[in-house]
């Protein structure tokens, strides 16, 4: 693997474009080359086999445009498929996961909330992270609906406002003071989070984690990009490239659209 070469991120659509944010922000010499497999979101729903199916077809596809490294920007693929891609590909992995441990480790009330797809909350690694915390009271819901309203642009939505009521309202009746994101596309919706839950509730995500460790493994693997050349950073998607471009702020990014 060469230092030019771009680090690859996948997703179940757009959701993950807050992790290339804090990866982009942290590492800006760095190519990227971003997927969002929005045409098969959400994978929250979709069996582990499924996700696994999806998450090595999506491995492969950056494998083949030379990416040296690969974040797996999507909770549901790293905690249902992680495992296997190590197992089958040679390149590092990053994966992303709740951010338990840190709400954990800091919670004054010992209760925390996690909003996260049905997929991650089912998964193997979620319960093992959960299992380290025992003294914690950890408040799960799943988010029906959230995912497929941003990947349709519906972030402000009124119906969007209603349905985060109705998932964050109990979480603060049961004295919560971290909300924990459980998924890679619930970044975008903090904004109108924050007009739910009262200000002592704080918001953590695992973007900026995620970020940090993409930076360390790079440095591990003498991977890192030391050029001059103005970075590229290009995104991939199977479905409508105007919802891609509007959460990127119309950016001035490289989109192409995959079929």
């Given at each position: 693997?060469?230092q030019?070469n771009?680090?690859?991120?996948f997703?179940?659509g757009?959701?993950?474009t807050?992790?290339w944010?804090?990866?982009?922000?942290?590492?800006?010499?760095?190519?990227?080359?971003?997927?969002a497999?929005?045409?098969n979101?959400?994978y929250?729903s979709?069996?582990k086999?499924?996700?696994?199916?999806?998450?090595?077809k999506?491995?492969?596809?950056?494998?083949?445009?030379?990416c040296?490294i690969?974040?797996?920007a999507?909770?549901?693929?790293?905690?249902?498929?992680?495992k296997?891609l190590?197992?089958?590909?040679?390149v590092p992995f990053?994966?992303i996961?709740p951010?338990?441990k840190?709400?954990?480790?800091?919670?004054?009330t010992?209760?925390?909330?996690i909003?996260?797809?049905k997929?991650?909350?089912n998964?193997?690694?979620?319960?093992?992270?959960v299992?380290n915390?025992?003294?914690?009271r950890?408040?799960e819901?799943?988010?029906?609906?959230?995912?497929?309203?941003?990947?349709?642009?519906?972030?402000?939505?009124p119906?969007m406002?209603?349905?985060l009521k109705?998932?964050?309202?109990p979480m603060?009746?049961k004295?919560?003071?971290?909300?924990v994101?459980?998924?890679?596309?619930y970044?975008?919706?903090?904004?109108?989070?924050k007009?739910?839950?009262?200000?002592?509730?704080?918001i953590i995500d695992?973007?900026?984690?995620?970020?940090?460790?993409?930076?360390?493994?790079?440095?591990?693997?003498?991977?890192?990009?030391?050029s001059?050349?103005?970075?590229?950073?290009?995104f991939?998607?199977n479905?409508?490239?105007?919802?891609?471009?509007?959460?990127l702020?119309?950016?001035?990014?490289?989109?192409?659209?995959?079929f």
């Open positions: 693997m060469k030019e771009a680090i690859g991120l997703d179940s757009i959701g993950g807050s992790i944010n804090e990866v982009h922000a942290l590492l800006p010499n760095e190519n990227t080359i971003y997927l497999d929005s045409k979101a959400p929250g979709k069996s086999d499924e996700i696994i199916a999806l998450s090595c999506n491995t492969e596809l950056l494998l083949e445009l030379n040296k690969i974040i797996v999507c909770n549901t693929a790293t905690t249902n498929a992680i296997e190590r197992t089958k590909y040679k990053i994966g996961e951010a338990i840190p709400a954990a480790l800091q919670s004054k010992q209760t925390i909330g909003l996260a797809t997929g991650t909350l998964s193997e690694l979620f319960h093992q992270s299992s915390h025992p003294d914690v950890i408040i819901q799943i988010g029906h609906g959230l995912v497929q309203l941003i990947e349709n642009g519906d972030v402000n939505s119906e406002l209603e349905l109705s998932y964050l309202i603060v009746e004295n919560i003071d971290y909300l994101l459980g998924c890679s596309h970044p975008y919706l903090i904004p109108q989070i007009k739910i839950i009262p200000p002592s509730i704080k695992s973007g900026e984690a995620v970020a940090k460790q993409t930076q360390k493994v790079l440095e591990q693997h003498q991977l890192l990009n030391i001059n050349v103005k970075s590229a950073q290009i991939y998607t479905s409508e490239t105007h919802v891609l471009e509007n959460i702020n119309n950016q001035e990014k490289v989109v192409y659209k995959q």
